[in-house]
């Protein structure tokens, strides 16, 4: 292809695949604005303040990592905690990386970067359901950016919402049980086959053994246990893996 032919090719957006990648992400963008919410005022409310907020919400975008780190924070926790608890929290996406290299292994490192900051778990979801043949194709980069620009506008924006209304919400809204609610219904659209469900089932089993352990670190062990198992489940190669699923 000529520089000619690549000057005339359609701006993304335009793409019917991004189009559909942002019908399907639609589907399910309440679900994590209501999660974005009550994270943009539990940062506030923690006692990070407006601007700090407003940085963490805009360059770590990462919901789950964001709530782990908060009480860790607020209560003086060593930095180093905070760290390990915000990479163990996020080891995930290691996984999520490694599924995806197949399809974008070949696209520049500046466009990899791109993609690996707007990448979300939902993503990887209705990524893989489309194409489940590993390997790219033309499609698949306009339909990433159809999800993950709905995905980030709906996380952002009501975070944002959370962190400058964080005074005018009272806590006998009960505002964070409706984070819980909203992660909880993100995490079932998640565990899609038997092994998805063995780790999360491992998750809060360590979760729920290692409770007394001080700064939450349970939340720590639970998602190195589920990490470990994952990645057990993965290398047990594809006999076992076709009988997870």
Known sequence: MNTTSLALDPPVWRHPEFRRGAADMSGIALGIAAWG???????????????????????????????????????????????????????????????????????????RLRVGYFTADLNYVLFMRRFPEPKPAPAQLPYFWGGAAINWASWQTTSLAGIFLADRVPTEWGIGFAGVIALLGLTYSLLHDRASWIAAAVAACAAVAAYAMPLRLNIVVAVAAAVAIALLLDHAGPKARGAAR
């Open 37 to 111: 919410l009550v994270t943009g005022v539990a940062m506030v409310k923690s006692g990070l303040g407006v601007p700090l907020s407003v940085l963490m919400s805009l360059a770590v975008y990462a919901g789950s990592a964001q709530l782990a780190a908060l009480p860790l924070i607020a209560s003086g926790a060593p930095i180093w905690v905070v760290w390990a608890t915000a990479f163990c929290v996020n080891l995930r996406f290691v996984i999520f990386s490694a599924q995806w290299r197949p399809y974008l292994a070949h696209l520049p490192l500046a466009q």
